[in-house]
């Protein structure tokens, strides 16, 4: 009888520690399909996170081009401006000095020039 006992004490300890193999193991199991959707879900955030950056990047260039073209545009527009006014101003001042100009030589030509009448000592 104690053989016969020791026999079913065997059988039941080696079938126990199979089951309790079998549910280790289907943790085992369980544990890498969650750590696996873990790096999936991961994976695809972070790819979603990266097309997120790609675009506002592309957006940020695109805004920045338009907003360098408008201030180049605005700064040619403003030295054309200048450049005009300052020809103009260049033209009139050279205009007022040559006005001077004629002015002082028609003032020294007439108080340089000789009377119409002979001088009696000419005679």
Request: proline share 2%.
């Amino acid at each position: 009888m104690k053989i016969t006992s020791l026999i079913i004490a065997l059988v039941a300890a080696t079938a126990l520690a199979a089951l309790g193999q079998e549910g280790t193991l289907q943790e085992v199991k369980h544990g890498a399909k969650k750590a696996g959707q873990t790096v999936k879900d991961g994976v695809e955030t972070a790819g979603e996170k990266t097309k997120e950056a790609a675009e506002t990047v592309g957006e940020k260039t695109k805004e920045t081009a338009k907003t360098v073209g408008r201030k180049t545009k605005e700064t040619a527009q403003t030295v054309g401006e200048k450049t005009k006014e300052g020809a103009k101003t260049v033209h009139r001042k050279s205009k007022r000095a040559l006005n001077k100009a004629k002015a002082e030589t028609s003032g020294q030509q007439s108080t340089n020039q000789a009377p119409n009448t002979p001088a009696p000592t000419d005679r």
